[in-house]
């Protein structure tokens, strides 16, 4: 039996939670999560705004490392296209605040520690690293325009990308 839950976009099927990608128009699913500093920041927060939410596995690595100073660089054209940024991954906020202390980031990274964020938008699944398959965070990103409705979605993007797509999207707006 497979059914389909609207609020998360996931779906059960035997027993299992599958997730499901969310598309253009989708409800982006609420969250209520730490950040950096231990303070609990929501997803309505940023009602009336739009946001770029991306997820990273783990904080200063590489890949993580070029696409939080990616975004940390293009923070002027995003604020003056009227988006605000958030990074998610399983870290804790103490290792949140180390990295945004060493790369100056200067915007919320948030601790997913028990991937249900993750799961939610269809971030968290069986990904193959060395022919090895471990579940763990897939590099996405999403755009939310000012109701919650998601504007644009990329999945296993790549670090280098997170911006360009996300303007990209904005245009076309």
Not at 22 to 48: C, E, M, N, W, Y
């Amino acid at each position: 039996m497979q059914r389909r839950s609207p609020a998360n976009q996931a779906i059960l099927w035997r027993g299992r939670l599958l997730m499901a990608h969310l598309t253009i128009g989708d409800p982006a699913p609420d969250f209520a999560l730490a950040d950096q500093d231990s303070k609990t920041v929501r997803l309505a927060d940023f009602k009336g705004r739009k946001l770029l939410l991306y997820f990273y596995p783990k904080a200063d690595t590489p890949g993580c490392t070029k696409q939080a100073c990616q975004i940390r660089d293009a923070r002027r054209e995003l604020a003056e296209a009227g988006v605000a940024a958030l990074g998610i991954s399983p870290d804790k906020p103490g290792t949140q605040k180390k990295f945004d202390g060493k790369y100056g980031l200067g915007f919320p990274l948030l601790s997913d520690p028990d991937h249900l964020t993750a799961q939610a938008y269809g971030a968290w699944g069986e990904k193959s690293m060395y022919g090895k398959k471990t579940e763990g965070i897939i590099r996405s990103s999403f755009l939310i325009n000012e109701q919650g409705k998601i504007l644009g979605a990329w999945y296993k993007v790549k670090p280098e990308d997170t911006v360009p797509l996300a303007l990209k999207a904005l245009e076309a707006t």
